[in-house]
Nanobody, 128 residues
């Protein structure tokens, strides 16, 4: 069974940093786009950032995190990382990683609907 497990969340002050991890099991990352989504209290889920499975490591970002968040992947460790810097209170929410199989692993999307595989979510709280 294909599974994704997030870790690394918690409480951080504004301006601080966190690194989230998403560990995959039951599959290899080469042909999968991996994306991070988040859902703030009272709001709909939004796409944050994604990375392709192909060697070119194509990425897409939400405007709200451009320049602050980066995504990377380590195929040997079957892990995707989300590095979050300069965190703001509006970054607070439950963060989910998701996987989408694509032929050749090309491209990625931060639209939630195509993704069939999801982690359980992890809380990130940015507050003084």
């Amino acid at each position: 069974q294909l599974q994704l497990v997030e870790s690394g969340g918690g409480l951080v002050q504004p301006g601080g940093s966190l690194r989230l991890s998403c560990v995959a099991s039951g599959f290899t990352l080469n042909n999968y786009a991996i994306a991070w989504f988040r859902q703030a209290p009272g709001k709909e889920r939004e796409g944050v950032i994604c990375i392709s499975g192909s060697s070119d490591r194509t990425t897409n970002y939400a405007d709200s995190v451009k320049g602050r968040f980066t995504i990377s992947r380590d195929h040997d460790k079957r892990t995707v990382y989300l590095q979050m810097n300069s965190l703001k209170p509006e970054d607070t929410g439950v963060y989910y990683c998701a996987a989408l199989w694509l032929l050749g692993g090309y491209g990625c999307s931060i639209q939630a609907r195509p993704y069939p595989y999801w982690g359980q979510g992890i809380q990130v709280t940015v507050s003084s």
